[in-house]
């Protein structure tokens, strides 16, 4: 049974900066396109990042640049470094995994096997 567990999330000011971390097991993770979504209040969930098997990223243009997307194969962890972080921001973040893709183009909910249970990103101003 595959299982995402994320943590990390938590409430800073803008500017702040947060690591989020998702841990897989029950899966192949090596094998697997891994991507961080959110679900902010009134909007539908949305793509944030993705990460293939051999670390190649893709990230939404609301972040680029200020959030990095990486992978530890031999731990089966994916975590998300978010970098001056705005009120926008403020989210339940997503972990999720495509099965044995080799892409990274992935970018709707329909397009992930898994997901976790999320964690709450609050970004005050």
């Known amino acids: 049974q595959v299982q995402l567990v994320e943590s990390g999330g938590g409430f800073v000011q803008a500017g702040d900066s947060l690591i989020l971390s998702c841990a897989a097991s029950?899966?192949?993770?090596?094998?697997?396109?891994m991507a961080w979504f959110r679900h902010a209040p009134g909007k539908e969930r949305e793509f944030v990042a993705s990460?293939?098997?051999?670390?190649?990223?893709y990230y939404a243009y609301s972040v680029k640049g200020r959030f990095t997307i990486s992978r530890d194969n031999a731990k089966n962890t994916v975590n998300l470094q978010m970098n001056s972080l705005k009120p926008e921001d403020t989210a339940v973040y997503y972990c999720a995994g495509r099965i044995y893709s080799g892409g990274v183009y992935y970018t709707r909910s329909s397009d992930y096997n898994y997901w976790g249970q999320g964690t709450q990103v609050t970004v005050s101003s």
């Open positions: 029950g899966c192949t993770f090596n094998r697997h396109t």
């Open positions: 990460v293939n098997w051999s670390s190649r990223t």
